[in-house]
């Protein structure tokens, strides 16, 4: 694999370059920004790109959005090099269509990782294929399971966004049906927070699933550059998620992979729920079977009964995706975090999440119980109907107690206070037949009759002294 190194710093390029080359790349160098494009014009174009931020003529951020709206090229994955190392800088570097982001002095070790990484990616990505009847614009996104496009939908003049699957997974059977099953599970819903499924389809070996193309930014991208929502926001956001995702439960359909990323906010201010990619109907017994034992979700959002692989997961594990999501926006962190994936997953199994209030002390009471209430490891333990939590929601947001989550909070609550005190009772009044039978009570009888006879000898010992 080819690897563009381009750097205004001879020192800083000249190490790149030996340490790379070293890990078996081809490495080809640039002095300047305009050097960088016109090597990444060329027939043999690089398909990774380490680029300072800071270059002569051109910088590395510019090339980024060069590349990025560049069809004729194949994927290039592109890192930014800098020794800017704010939040704000790595948010304006990966907003501009980078794919990573190193702070100087670059450790070693993690650059090579990153590159062992992005050579997967690139071996993933699809180059740029026309689809009759929509010219692609330019890329949204990459990744290993797909490449999403900016397009336009010619007859009707609108833009669309254009989802098409990597040509590895063309092979696959299992794979392509999953796409389809994607777009057959969109096209079900029709709701206004839920991004619209317009076409599936193939042309020659492209299989492509064309969506309603959302202007604006995710959740995610929000948390961070902006860091946790405010509870009024949060809840905002939350009541139309859980709207998107009660009209999917109606329609037998569950989620399964609720998370920051999937949910994106319009520049109106409209949230949508996005990729049904694991979505199913609840009564796909065939599915659920054949999915049997294997974890299919996100893990930092996903439910102790996905992880599990359950065969009877239901609209219930939408509900703890939500909650671990609502977690995430209120505090600015996950739920959970691990050494590891098996640390990580035991904890969503096992362990209490930290209350939100306890990282966040400005929220309420009532989201905080709605949020314990979503999370709960049993699902029965959980809301019963997306409806329930909906109800909470808007009365918290309107500044009222969520009943439901108050009530089944009081009633764990009670069945607690009631097991204790029926622990106390069992040793503040036990029956007579156990007291006899206790070792301690025997002792202080012979003790007691000890002490008697002690007394009755002293008084007899007395009276004969005198």
């Known amino acids: 694999m080819r690897v563009l190194v381009a750097d205004d710093d001879p020192v800083w390029r000249k190490l790149l370059e030996q340490n790379i080359r070293r890990w078996s790349y081809e490495v080809i160098t640039a002095e300047n920004g305009q050097e960088a494009w016109s090597i990444l014009q060329q027939k043999h174009t690089p398909r990774v790109a380490i680029l300072d931020w800071q270059m002569p003529e051109l910088d590395g951020v510019e090339i980024c959005q060069r590349i990025r709206k560049s069809l004729h090229l ?35 070790a993690i650059l090579r990782s990153r590159l062992t990484a992005a050579a997967r990616i690139v071996k993933a990505v699809p180059p740029p294929r026309q689809i009759p009847g929509y010219q692609l614009l330019g890329r949204l996104g990459a990744g290993a399971m797909a490449t999403v496009y900016k397009a336009r939908q010619v007859s009707l003049d609108r833009l669309v966004a254009v989802k098409i699957l990597p040509k590895k997974f063309c092979q696959s059977p299992q794979f392509v049906e999953r796409f389809y099953a994607e777009g057959r599970a969109a096209a079900k819903l029709n709701h206004p927070n839920i991004v619209a499924a317009l076409d599936v389809g193939r042309h020659g070996d492209t299989h492509y699933f064309v969506m309603e193309y959302v202007e604006g930014h995710t959740v995610y991208e929000h948390l961070v550059k902006e860091g946790p929502y405010s509870e009024a926001e949060a809840l905002a956001i939350g009541i139309q998620i859980a709207n998107a995702l009660n009209h999917a439960h109606q329609a037998g359909l569950i989620h399964r992979d609720v998370k920051p990323k999937n949910i994106l906010i319009t520049n109106d201010g ?155 009772e069992s040793v503040e009044m036990p029956s007579d037949r156990s007291l006899f039978a206790t070792p301690l009570f025997w002792i202080a009888v012979v003790g007691w009759v000890f002490a008697g006879l002690l007394l009755v000898l002293v008084v007899l010992l007395s009276r004969s002294a005198q």
């Open 74 to 108: 194949p994927f290039v994955y592109t890192i930014i090099l800098t020794s800017r190392d704010t939040r704000d800088d790595m948010v304006i570097g990966l907003e501009s269509g980078a794919d990573d982001y190193l702070v100087k002095p670059v450790d070693m």
């Open 270 to 424: 409209i949230a949508k729920l996005a990729d049904m990619g694991l979505a199913r109907a609840v009564s796909d017994r065939e599915a659920a079977e054949a999915e049997a034992g294997k974890a299919c979700g996100t893990p930092y959002y996903i439910s102790p009964e996905q992880i599990r692989g359950d065969v009877n997961i239901d609209h219930r594990a939408d509900i703890y995706n939500f909650g671990a999501t609502l977690y995430h926006m209120v505090t600015g962190r996950v739920p959970f975090t691990g050494e590891d994936l098996s640390a990580l997953l035991l904890k969503h199994l096992d362990e209490p999440a930290r209350p939100p209030d306890h990282i966040n002390p400005e929220l309420t009471d009532g989201l905080c119980e709605i949020i314990e209430l979503c999370m709960a490891k049993d699902p029965a333990k959980r809301y019963a109907a997306t409806s329930d939590l909906i109800d909470d929601l808007q009365a918290v947001a309107n500044g009222q107690q969520p009943v439901r989550a108050h009530k089944l909070m009081q009633l764990s609550e009670l069945r607690g206070l009631d097991h204790e005190v029926g622990t106390e």
